[in-house]
């Protein structure tokens, strides 16, 4: 009897530890407490909903607890201000993977024009779809990385107390320097963003018209030159999110760069957008010429790289981020006073994910790994390409 309630008290002891694990598990990452003995923990489990929440509005769903850290804390005029990084893996919420929308539409385009394509045509709308399948599938069963920075913001009472009450979420969306909006307007613009039925139809539509212009394959089907991977996995590689300042509206740390292979190149110091968007290109198999290598002008500047690339035949435009997939750069002209595009070309990224809900970029200039882009940025017009090397 006596080794049976030794048993018994064992296996209870058993189920506390494991209650105890669990209950730490879903806790946030990063607990902290202000100097002042302020409480910060309001402001972390702030956080933690803001992550689960962002994922819900890209159709996604956590598989691992956000990473919070907190990069700075100010407690001025009864207001305390938290800013945090957030590192979230998640995947693409499961189901009938044809039945997503980037897929709904392109094999409508299909089953409605099948018999009156061309054949380079037919097999360049049949290669796009075989690779958003990939990528689907792939989004539903593999864990993503994806980084946001936000702002919480609340009030602090007299004996120190955060009125909970009073909390606002902030996200930043500014792609070169810090542009911090509402969660609420944040978590809609995420839902606007995904790709439609619509959408797809005309994408393949594009697809197939460019494909029986050039009388082959078009630029949509995957080439066998460029390894795409490679290149998203180099961007993914060197860049991350940084709190240090290289100027007043850039952020930047040297210290997360390929400095060995290419070493710090002070002439564009603060500007290194298209630098490091060309590192990303030759590391997936875009060979260097005497007009693009490292140091050059079409290397290091983002509109001759734009244009060399163009010109050269690596890459073509595409209407939306719909078609500028995982290994794509894509490009920011500034605009005129009345809003129109001014012929300037200021900015590159490089696009390191995009499942037709979420879409993240990699990027320098201001340094960010995975950063959520939905093309709301109203500042610049944005020329999409797809790399065709």
């Known amino acids: 009897m006596k080794q049976l309630r030794t048993q018994k008290r064992l296996v209870y002891l058993s189920i506390m530890l494991i209650l105890v694990l669990c209950a730490t598990a879903i806790r946030p990452a990063i607990v902290a407490t202000a100097s002042d003995g302020t409480d910060t923990q309001a402001f ?4 933690r909903s803001f992550a689960e929440q962002a994922e819900a509005a890209g159709g996604h769903h956590l598989t691992a607890e956000p990473v919070i850290t907190v990069t700075s804390k100010q407690i001025q005029a009864g207001k305390m201000e938290v800013t945090m990084e957030i590192d979230a893996m998640s995947v693409l919420n499961s189901g009938p993977r044809d039945a997503e929308p980037v897929l709904a539409g392109k094999l409508q385009y299909l089953q409605d024009h099948g018999t009156t394509l061309s054949a380079a ?65 944040f978590l809609k613009d995420v839902r606007s963003g995904w ?15 460019a494909a029986s212009a050039k009388g082959a394959v078009a630029p949509a089907a995957t080439s066998s030159s460029y390894n795409r991977t490679i290149a998203y996995q180099y961007a993914d590689r060197w860049a991350k999110d940084t709190t240090i300042h290289c100027d007043s509206a850039t952020l930047q740390n040297t210290a997360n760069w390929n400095n060995i292979q290419y070493p710090n190149y002070q002439s564009f110091y603060c500007n290194d ?10 590391a997936g198999g875009i060979p260097t010429t005497a007009m693009w290598s490292y140091c050059t002008n079409n290397w290091d500047r983002a509109g001759p790289l734009m244009g060399y690339l163009k010109d050269n035949g690596y890459i073509t435009y595409v209407a939306s981020r719909l078609d500028c997939k995982c290994g794509d750069p894509f490009f920011f002209e500034d605009k005129d006073q ?12 490089f696009m390191a994910y995009n499942d037709g809900k979420y879409t993240y970029y990699d990027a320098h200039t ?6 959520f882009w939905d093309g709301t940025y109203s500042l610049y017009f944005y020329h999409y390409t797809h790399v065709i090397y």
């Open 121 to 185: 045509a037919k097999k360049a709308v049949e290669d796009d779809i075989a690779d958003w399948r990939s990528t689907i599938e792939s989004a539903m069963t593999v864990p993503s990385e994806g980084c946001f920075s936000i702002k919480v913001v609340a009030d602090v009472r007299i004996a120190g107390n955060i009125d909970t009450n009073t909390l606002q979420v902030y996200v930043d969306n500014g792609p070169m320097q810090s542009n911090f909006i509402p969660a609420a307007q």
């Open 366 to 371: 201001s340094d960010h790994l995975r950063f």
């Open 338 to 349: 009345w809003g129109n595009p001014n012929g300037v070309i200021s900015h590159t990224v």
């Open 44 to 47: 972390l489990t702030a956080a």
């Open 195 to 209: 790709a439609t039925v619509t959408e797809a139809y005309d994408s393949s539509a594009s697809i197939a018209s």
């Open 273 to 282: 957008c298209a630098d490091y968007v060309s590192q990303c290109l030759h």
